[in-house]
């Protein structure tokens, strides 16, 4: 069973551009969540995708956006990147209906390292 | 306000010896509390997790942790360290929600020394 796998795993883009970073849950996971995890930091919450919509936002500006699609794979996208957004991104998923495995809790991926210079 | 407070922020053990890493919360709901460890560049592993039932949880690589509730604090133990243990370990706590937000702490570095 594969867990959560991102891509790429690094990736260095250059102030003012645009990233797109990929993520495909756990297999039976149907709720991704992405976070950022500055150095020397714990993650943060960015957003949470559930039936491809945004259902719970952390407080990070629009310039972060992201889509789930039909097989509950999820992008990541960054406008505008600032040298402050170069972090781990890291995605994680989890069951989200009312069949939850309680005990389940959320399984992450190894992470995007993105730097901007 | 919701948030974790790891009060340790670089802990040094020597292999063998006990370790216990301290993790206080702040949550309105029920919280339910997770420890991750991390290894440098890599993502989170979830090492134990606390919904309800027995305050003690074990959890992988012999790790336990105990919910305390009237001190807010779900601290992690481990009996004999290991210098495969010197890794990032984080706290996290949540609502029950599967695939609610979590709320992360800043961290504690364990180091092993030999």
């Known amino acids: 069973d594969a867990g959560v796998t991102q891509s790429p795993t690094h990736l260095i883009k250059t102030r003012g551009q645009q990233v797109t970073l990929r993520c495909s849950p756990k297999?039976?996971?149907?709720?991704v969540s992405w976070y950022q995890q500055a150095l020397g930091q714990g993650p943060q919450f960015i957003f949470q995708?559930?039936?491809?919509?945004?259902?719970q936002r952390g407080n990070f500006p629009d310039r972060f956006s992201g889509h789930q699609f039909p097989n509950y794979s999820s992008e990541l996208n960054v406008n505008a990147l600032l040298l402050g957004d170069s972090a781990l991104y890291l995605c994680?998923?989890?069951?989200?209906?009312?069949?939850?495995?309680?005990?389940?809790?959320?399984?992450f991926g190894q992470g995007t390292r993105l730097t901007v210079v | 306000a919701q948030s974790v407070t790891q009060p340790d922020i670089h802990i040094t053990v020597s292999e063998g010896a006990s370790l216990e890493l301290r993790c206080n919360y702040s949550?309105?709901?029920?919280?339910?509390l997770f420890w991750y460890v991390q290894s440098p560049g890599q993502g989170l592993q979830l090492l134990l997790k606390?919904?309800?039932?027995?305050?003690l949880v074990q959890g992988i690589k012999g790790f336990e942790a105990e919910f305390k509730r009237s001190q807010s604090s779900f601290n992690l133990r481990k009996p004999s360290v290991h210098w495969s243990d010197a890794a990032e370990y984080f706290c996290?706590?949540?609502?029950?929600?599967?695939?609610?937000?979590?709320?992360f702490g800043k961290g504690t570095t364990l180091s092993v020394s030999s």
């Open positions: 994680a998923s989890s069951p989200f209906t009312k069949t939850v495995r309680v005990g389940e809790g959320a399984f």
């Open positions: 949550y309105g709901a029920t919280p339910y």
């Open positions: 297999s039976g996971h149907d709720t």
């Open positions: 996290a706590v949540g609502a029950y929600q599967a695939g609610t937000a979590l709320i």
């Open positions: 995708y559930y039936e491809e919509e945004e259902r």
């Open positions: 606390y919904f309800s039932g027995d305050t």
